[in-house]
C-alpha cells in the first residue's frame, strides 16, 4: 500500500513509534511517505521504499505563531496527489488529526479520496487534547477519523471518558523490534566503563517534561544508593534538566549520576542497565519501560495510565502510587540486594515483551489499512 505517516519527528515517544512502525511497513514492501517538519530523529535509511516530505514554514511579519496546521494541511494534499497515497497515518491528535481532516476535503474537492487512521498516543488526550483550548477540535478530528487506534486500554477509557467519542477506538499497543534488541544483547556490554564491578546500574529515558517527575527519579536512587552502591543513567533533554543537576548536587551524589543527554541509540546504553525508572504522573503507555524491558530491565514505575499493562507487578518489576518514592525505593531494593532475584526479574522483563513484538503487532496495523477500504 502507499502510506502517508505524520508525526512529530523528536525523541518523543509518538514519533520514535511512527517512525519505528514506517520503517518496518517499508521493509515489508509498503511504500511510506514522511511528512512532518524534520527528518525523523530514528529514520536511519531512505530506501526507494521510504520517503520524507519536509513541511516548511514561511516567515511572515503578521504571524505571532506560523500557522503549522495550514502548512501541513498544505504538504499533505501535495503528497498525496503526487504519490497517489491510499492511507495517511496520523501520530498524535494534535494537530495532525485536524490537518489531516482538513486535507482530505481539500482532496475530496478534487476528486480524489485518501483514508485517515488517527492514533492517540496520551498527551494528545491526557494533557493537552482535553484542555478546552483544544478540546473541540480534538473531539471533532478524532470523530472525523476513518479509523482511530490507542496505545493502550487505558487510554482508549480515558479518551471516552474525556470526550464524546462516535467511532471505536482500536487498541493497538505499542511494539518493540525484539530482534534488533537480541542483537544488542549478543554485543558485549562493557559494563566496567560505567561502573565498578560491584555497583547496580539504574536508568531513566525521557524527555524531562514535569509528567516524567524527574525529581522522584532522583529521590528514589538517593533512597537506594544508600543500600546498594550504584548508578545512575539519565538519557534525554528537556525542561527539567537543570531541576534534575540542581538535586543531583544538593543531594552530593554527583559521581553515582550520569547525565547522557539525547540518544538515538538508546538499546545500546539500556544494555548496561538492571532497573528502570519510571515514576511518572502518567504514562498511556510507557515506551521508554518497554525498551528498557527488551533490553532485560527490570521497571520500577508508577501505577498510573497504561502502565500496569505493559510492567507486571511483581513479575517484571514494581509498581507504586504516583510520589510513593519509598515505595519504589524499597522495591528497587529488594530486586537489587540479590542476583538471583534480579536475574529472574530481568529475563521475566525480556521475555514479556514478547507479547509487544513487531511481528505482533504489524500485521495488525495492515488489517486497519486494509478495513478503511471496506467500510
Ligand atoms: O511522554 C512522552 O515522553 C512523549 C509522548 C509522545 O507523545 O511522544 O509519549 C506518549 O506516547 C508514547 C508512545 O505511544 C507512550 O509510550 C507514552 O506513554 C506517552 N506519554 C504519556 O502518556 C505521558
Do not use: W
Not at 16 to 32: N, S, W
Not at 208 to 216: G, H, T
Request: hydrophobic share 40%; glycine share 4%.
Amino acid at each position: 500500500m502507499k502510506i502517508g505517516i505524520v508525526c512529530y519527528p523528536t525523541f518523543g515517544g509518538s514519533g520514535v513509534v511512527a517512525t519505528e512502525l514506517g520503517m518496518a511497513l517499508a521493509d515489508k514492501g509498503h511504500e511510506i511517505h514522511f511528512i512532518t517538519y524534520n527528518q525523523p530523529v530514528r529514520l536511519d535509511f531512505i530506501s526507494h521504499h521510504l520517503h520524507f516530505h519536509q513541511v516548511l514554514l514561511e516567515e511572515y511579519p503578521l504571524f505571532q505563531y506560523q500557522p503549522y496546521e495550514l502548512a501541513l494541511s498544505s504538504k499533505i494534499v501535495e503528497v498525496v496527489e503526487n504519490y497517489h497515497l491510499e492511507v495517511l497515518h496520523v501520530h498524535y491528535a494534535i494537530p495532525h488529526a485536524y490537518a489531516a481532516y482538513m486535507a482530505k476535503q481539500m482532496l475530496h474537492e478534487k476528486g480524489i479520496s485518501v483514508k485517515v487512521v488517527t492514533t492517540l498516543h496520551g498527551t494528545d488526550i491526557t494533557l493537552v487534547g482535553s484542555h478546552p483550548t483544544y478540546k473541540s477540535a480534538v473531539e471533532f478530528s478524532i470523530n472525523n477519523s476513518d479509523v482511530v487506534t490507542s496505545v493502550s486500554n487505558d487510554l482508549r477509557k480515558t479518551t471516552n471518558k474525556l470526550f464524546t467519542i462516535k467511532n471505536d477506538i482500536h487498541v493497538i499497543h505499542n511494539f518493540i523490534d525484539t530482534q534488533k534488541y537480541d542483537k544488542v544483547h549478543q554485543l558485549k556490554c562493557n559494563r566496567i566503563a560505567i561502573a565498578k564491578p560491584n555497583e547496580r546500574i539504574l536508568t531513566h529515558v525521557s524527555n524531562f517534561r514535569p509528567v516524567k517527575r524527574i525529581e522522584d527519579v532522583i529521590n528514589v536512587f538517593y533512597e537506594v544508593q544508600k543500600k546498594i552502591p550504584s548508578k545512575l543513567l539519565l538519557i534525554g533533554e528537556g525542561p527539567d534538566r537543570a531541576k534534575a543537576e540542581q538535586l543531583v548536587n544538593k543531594l552530593q551524589i554527583s559521581k553515582e549520576v550520569l547525565f547522557f543527554g539525547n540518544s538515538s541509540d538508546v538499546s545500546k546504553i539500556l544494555c548496561y542497565s538492571d532497573v528502570f525508572l519510571l515514576p511518572s504522573q502518567t504514562e498511556s503507555f510507557g515506551l521508554a519501560a518497554l525498551e528498557a524491558m527488551a533490553a532485560k530491565t527490570a521497571v520500577i514505575s508508577t501505577n498510573t495510565g497504561g502502565l500496569p499493562e505493559v510492567n507486571i507487578h511483581g513479575v517484571t518489576g514494581y509498581l507504586s502510587d504516583l510520589g510513593d518514592v519509598q515505595d519504589m525505593a524499597d522495591n528497587a531494593v529488594s530486586i537489587l540486594e540479590n542476583d538471583e532475584i534480579l536475574e529472574t526479574f530481568k529475563e521475566n522483563a525480556r521475555e514479556h515483551t514478547k507479547k509487544f513484538s513487531l511481528e505482533n503487532i504489524l500485521p495488525v496495523y495492515e488489517s486497519i489499512y486494509k478495513s478503511c477500504y471496506n467500510n
